[in-house]
């Protein structure tokens, strides 16, 4: 068990639905990542947070977005959804830069039909 | 990052030393290599990491190359649980958080 929570566990929408992925990171740890895994992709760095704020974008879609709460816990909305946008996503935190070791969560399925 | 490149998979018998190599012949001086590895479907989970030395944990030992361009985790007595992909990552500790994970080794324990 890495300390890091993600719910739900599993989702599965229709195609143009929107949906809200939850992520609450170790007790303690400053930042947070968001990855997407799908067959075809591979491991894929979506956007991470640090104490609130964004601090780095990678392959993240106009329709995603996402945010860090006071309280840490993250957020990443995925809206319009497309087939292509199923997948699992990881939410992964560290303590603070340089995020030497990152705790990945269990992780949501998302299924789009 | 450097680009790393790993075999696509590997087997190793139950009890044996797993070696896996990762060849990062690109790696530049403040560049980082890490391990994480992916068992089925769960989060990855990180191993071990080393700058030039080499380190040992719970987990695994690594062996960084002198020139730095290739690296070996090294998983002294793999067991069944040991069955998963193993990504080699090369990474900026400065200014770069991110892991950009590759198609790693799908490393199998045979019984």
């Known amino acids: 068990d890495s300390g890091v929570t993600q719910t739900p566990k599993h989702l599965i929408t229709a195609t143009g639905q929107r949906v809200t992925l939850r992520c609450s990171p170790r007790?303690?740890?400053?930042?947070v990542y968001w990855y997407q895994q799908s067959l075809d992709q591979g491991l894929q760095f979506l956007i991470q947070y640090y104490n609130g704020e964004e601090r780095a974008k990678g392959n993240i879609l106009e329709r995603f977005s996402a945010q860090q709460f006071p309280d840490l816990h993250s957020e990443l909305n995925l809206s319009s959804l497309e087939l292509g946008d199923s997948a699992l996503y990881f939410c992964a935190s560290s303590l603070a830069p340089p995020g030497n070791e990152q705790f990945f969560g269990p992780g949501t399925r998302l299924t789009v039909l | 990052d450097a680009k790393t490149t790993q075999p696509t998979s590997m087997d190793c018998a139950e009890g044996r030393a797993a070696n896996l190599p990762c060849n990062h012949s690109t790696i530049s001086g403040n560049e980082y290599v890490y391990w994480y590895r992916q068992i089925h479907s769960q989060g990855p989970q990180y191993i071990i990491h080393?700058?030039?030395n080499n380190e040992t944990n719970e987990m695994a030992s690594l062996i960084i190359t002198e020139d730095r361009k290739s690296s070996t985790l090294i998983l002294p007595h793999a067991t069944l649980r040991d069955t998963a992909v193993y990504y080699c990552i090369a990474k900026s500790n400065f200014g770069n958080e991110k892991l950009t994970f590759g198609t790693g080794t799908r490393l199998t324990i045979i019984p």
């Open positions: 007790s303690g740890d400053l930042s």
């Open positions: 080393g700058l030039k």
